[in-house]
């Protein structure tokens, strides 16, 4: 079966600070993969997908950037982190050719940035 | 783009009462889906339902896209079924991205 795995669980850091968060897939090739990040604990907003390796596309313009090193392995990152970049952030995989449909969702990394 | 909006935005009920939640959505979608956001923040999928009607144990789904809403029935509610439920949408051309609604918050009381 397909497992989603994402880290840290939680982690705090001080605005200016870099940012390295991984998320990876195991039980499934050639995945679509999604960064989403929520506010406030309500709405989803999508910041990156990708459909392949090192094939990004950003939704936002913003102070992060999104990585695909190896098929089943995502990276969401920033050089500078902002007070603005708190929240929770959630990774999603779906099979490729699905489209947006029947997205699979990792355990989540909640951000605090001071 | 797209517009989705749920309703009621915070729901409490006792355990063991029946809910309906709503999924408005402002243009014809080609992907309808519904989650449930537990208390730790896991997202779980309940639903891909862009059209029609689905059941799965005390929750079932209603589509009709020609109407563009969608509804959710929660029947005998139980204390884990609190947290909050997501209505996400797709009609774009490339058919990738999910647009979320704000969700409905549900309480269950025991």
């Known amino acids: 079966s397909q497992t989603i795995h994402q880290w840290p669980a939680t982690l705090v850091q001080p605005v200016g600070s870099p940012l390295s968060l991984e998320c990876t897939v195991e039980g499934t090739s050639n995945p679509n993969l999604y960064w989403y990040r929520q506010a406030a604990g309500r709405g989803l907003q999508l910041l990156f997908y990708s459909i392949g390796i090192d094939q990004i596309s950003s939704e936002v313009p913003q102070n992060l950037s999104a990585s695909r090193p190896q098929d089943r392995q995502f990276i969401l990152s920033s050089k500078k982190l902002l007070l603005s970049d708190s929240g929770f952030y959630l990774c999603?995989?779906?099979?490729?050719?699905?489209?947006?449909?029947?997205?699979?969702f990792g355990p989540g990394t909640r951000l605090l940035v001071l | 783009g797209i517009q989705v909006e749920q309703s009621p935005p915070d729901l409490i009920l006792q355990e063991g009462a029946n809910s309906t939640l709503r999924c408005n959505f402002s243009?014809?979608?080609?992907?309808l889906q519904w989650f449930h956001q537990n208390p730790w923040g896991q997202l779980i999928n309940l639903f891909y339902?862009?059209?029609?009607?689905k059941q799965n144990g005390r929750l079932s789904a209603t589509t009709v896209a020609t109407e563009r809403y969608s509804l959710l029935y929660i029947s005998s509610s139980q204390t884990t079924d609190s947290g909050v439920y997501f209505c996400a949408v797709d009609n774009a051309g490339n058919n990738r991205k999910l647009i979320w609604g704000l969700g409905t918050s549900l309480a269950v009381n025991p």
């Open positions: 339902i862009p059209s029609g009607t």
């Open positions: 243009d014809s979608v080609n992907n």
């Open positions: 999603a995989w779906n099979i490729r050719g699905g489209g947006s449909r029947n997205q699979y």
